[in-house]
């Protein structure tokens, strides 16, 4: 069942595939990752707010603090947009980058049919696993996720573009893994067909890792098992995404194909 249609038909499949795919990845965000970050805000907030001043009555709080002793510290600024709206806004954004991922599926997917001998859902979940691959695990495991209150604001720009040359570490190693996959594709030994790509990858990465250099922004004071829990729940909102992108893919490739031998089989009667 090779995968089928016109560059419009793989692109309204890839749509459909990262909107649903999308949807259950806020699903799964809402249920495991909002609590973190909710306690890790908890963490910000309580190591912002301002120590009550030793003293008694009024006139020892305005010695200290030379304000008046109706003014109040413990007013904090309200957020532009309440933790309500954000988790609304969630929902809004992982639908969105399903969209868009979906779209790039869908190109990636009709050039690769091209000089791929993979069936059409085959080779749609193979790409999901690639793509996760190469943008979510390569990068997760140099710079990993980390919660609100963790970070120098000042570094973030840096931060960034260390995550974006990751990123394309991560496309590097999957594109050279693929290469040398159909390069020893026709070997007689499985072993080496699997083991060639493999090592291939891992060096790819291994030099970037250590090209790159390391960041480590978590204080000392920051609780260990809420940042792991954070990290692994960001690893499992990423992997439902790409996880339902594939299947989603794959599923609409073969609703499609069945389709067109049915209407092919009633055209020849």
């Known amino acids: ?30 249920v495991i990752g909002e609590p973190h970050i909710d306690a890790a805000i908890a963490i910000e907030e309580a190591a912002a707010a301002p120590v009550e001043p030793h003293g008694h009555g009024a006139a020892a709080t305005e010695a200290v603090t030379d304000e008046p002793a109706g003014h109040s510290h413990g007013d904090s600024e309200e957020p532009l947009v309440s933790r309500d709206g954000q988790r609304f806004g969630l929902f809004l954004a992982t639908s969105l980058a399903g969209l868009a991922l979906g779209a790039l ?18 080779l749609a979940l193979t790409l999901a696993g690639l793509g996760w691959l190469a943008v979510e695990a390569v990068p997760f495991f140099k710079y ?16 960034t573009w260390l995550w974006l040359a990751a990123v394309a570490l991560g496309l590097a190693a999957v594109s050279i893994a693929a290469y040398v996959a159909k390069v020893v594709a026709a070997n007689q030994f499985l072993t080496v067909r699997i083991a060639a790509p493999l090592l291939a990858f891992l060096a790819v990465a291994g030099i970037g890792y250590l090209v790159l250099p390391d ?3 978590v204080g000392p004071d920051f609780p260990a098992s809420l940042l792991w829990d954070f990290r692994v729940s960001s690893l499992t909102i990423q992997a439902t995404l790409w996880l339902a992108l594939g299947l989603g893919f794959a599923f609409l490739t073969e609703r499609a194909a069945k389709a067109s031998s049915r209407s092919e089989a009633l055209t020849a009667r």
């Open 1 to 30: 069942m090779p995968l089928t249609g016109t560059f419009k038909n793989l692109l309204i499949r890839g749509l459909l595939a990262g909107l649903v795919a999308g949807l259950l990845a806020g699903a799964v965000a809402f």
């Open 105 to 122: 599926f869908a190109a990636v997917a009709y050039y690769a049919r091209r000089v791929s001998g993979l069936s059409g859902p085959i």
């Open 144 to 159: 990993p996720a980390n919660p609100p209150a963790v970070g120098d604001p000042e570094t973030i720009n840096n931060r």
């Open 215 to 217: 960041i480590n922004e």
